[in-house]
């Protein structure tokens, strides 16, 4: 967060687009993406391209701290109101709905929507191996976000045939394991192991018994994805868009970690059930994975997308009763509601992953 490394990325970035006469600018780092649009507000950038900005996951909602979700929240309509119109990339349908009530409809009618789910890619996959033990696996970076400490909080309600892994960018950090060690009893936190960054995330997963995600908000996680692919039970609080993975796969959970001993008693109850048919399940996880979030699903619909973004379109002024096909937007239409994006063709693309993904 160095505004001199700020100023020289920005400016660095500046120059290659200058130099390189772009066709599409795409822009998915979540701090990029507001800083670009910053600009693109101000109208100190003026791109001669298409332009794109991919949300992977709202920047405010439950989970958030309140001031971040406020401001974050005031700062999204306004950027929604100001910029020029330029390409918007959600997750889902669901993320876009959400927009499309918080930002006010009409000002997203500006722009072009358009739907990218994400993808995994793991293949190919080693055997799994049961050690006599049953083990769950996280991913992802230390912070807040994930709240790795009620992770370790559910392994100490659990049996002490349970182990936790923990992977990911900061979890071999002794600053971190020791603040995991002041959550847990000793005896839990040796059933504890750190991995770090891993560049083989498979040899935990063939060790896994469930994929666990404590995390206060996500986007469409891909780690939930890598474990649609490895045939893995999943285990997900509920934050927002939780249910969208839950309701597809044959053998999910979904936890609110308010009474952990109780949910510790049903992840044993989910797995006591998978255990007994694990073969015939776990191909109904992979079938599901390769029918929504395959690399072949997504290089598809992504090369759909492109060819959308870098048609020109001439966008008329948006009315606000324009909308077709969409649910009423009320101001006071809860967030865990279904809530379908306004959409004026040919202004909104989708390319949901498959026909069952809509």
């Known amino acids: 967060m160095s505004p001199l490394h700020l100023w020289r990325g920005i400016t660095g970035l500046l120059k290659v687009f200058r130099e390189t006469d772009p066709d599409l600018i795409w822009i998915h780092s979540r701090l990029q993406v507001l800083l670009f649009r910053l600009l693109l507000a101000l109208n100190i950038w003026r791109p001669t391209c298409a332009?794109?900005?991919?949300h992977h996951g709202l920047p405010y909602g439950r989970g958030y701290n309140p001031v971040v979700h406020r401001i974050c929240k005031e700062l999204e309509r306004a950027l929604v109101a100001t910029c020029p119109a330029h390409n918007l990339v959600f997750l889902n349908h669901r993320m876009a709905g959400w927009m499309a009530r918080d930002a006010r409809a009409s000002r997203l009618a500006r722009h072009r929507v358009h739907i990218l789910a994400n993808c995994s890619d793991l293949r190919p996959l080693p055997s799994r191996r049961k050690w006599g033990i049953r083990t769950l696996v996280m991913t992802g970076r230390t912070g807040r976000q994930k709240d790795y400490e009620t992770a370790a909080q559910l392994l100490a309600e659990m049996p002490e045939n349970y182990r936790l892994i923990l992977c990911g960018p900061g979890t071999d950090d002794p600053v971190f394991q020791s603040r995991i060690s002041g959550v847990v009893p000793p005896e839990t936190f040796r059933r504890i192991t750190?991995?770090?960054?891993?560049?083989?995330?498979?040899?935990?997963?063939?060790?896994?018994?469930?994929?666990?995600?404590?995390?206060?908000?996500?986007?469409?996680?891909?780690?939930?994805?890598?474990?649609?692919?490895?045939?893995l039970p999943i285990i997900l609080r509920n934050f927002d868009g939780a249910t969208d993975l839950t309701a597809k796969h044959p053998c999910s959970l979904l936890v609110e970690l308010k009474d952990l001993r109780r949910e510790a008693l049903r992840i044993s109850e989910m797995l006591d059930h998978f255990d007994r048919y694990q073969h015939g399940i776990s191909s109904d996880i992979v079938q599901v994975w390769q029918d929504n979030w395959s690399p072949d699903i997504f290089a598809h619909n992504a090369l759909a997308l492109v060819r959308s973004m870098l048609q020109p379109a001439s966008v008329p002024q948006a009315r606000p009763d324009f909308v077709r096909g969409a649910l009423t937007l009320h101001p006071d239409h809860h967030k865990s509601a279904d809530v379908l994006v306004p959409t004026q063709q040919p202004y909104h693309t989708d390319v949901s992953p498959s026909a069952g993904n809509g």
Do not use: H, K, M, N
Request: no cysteine; charged share 15%; net charge negative.
């Open 194 to 231: 750190f991995t770090g960054p891993l560049p083989d995330v498979r040899i935990p997963l063939a060790q896994a018994d469930a994929y666990l995600l404590t995390s206060r908000y996500e986007g469409t996680p891909i780690g939930a994805l890598e474990a649609f692919e490895a045939g």
């Open 51 to 54: 332009v794109a900005f991919t």
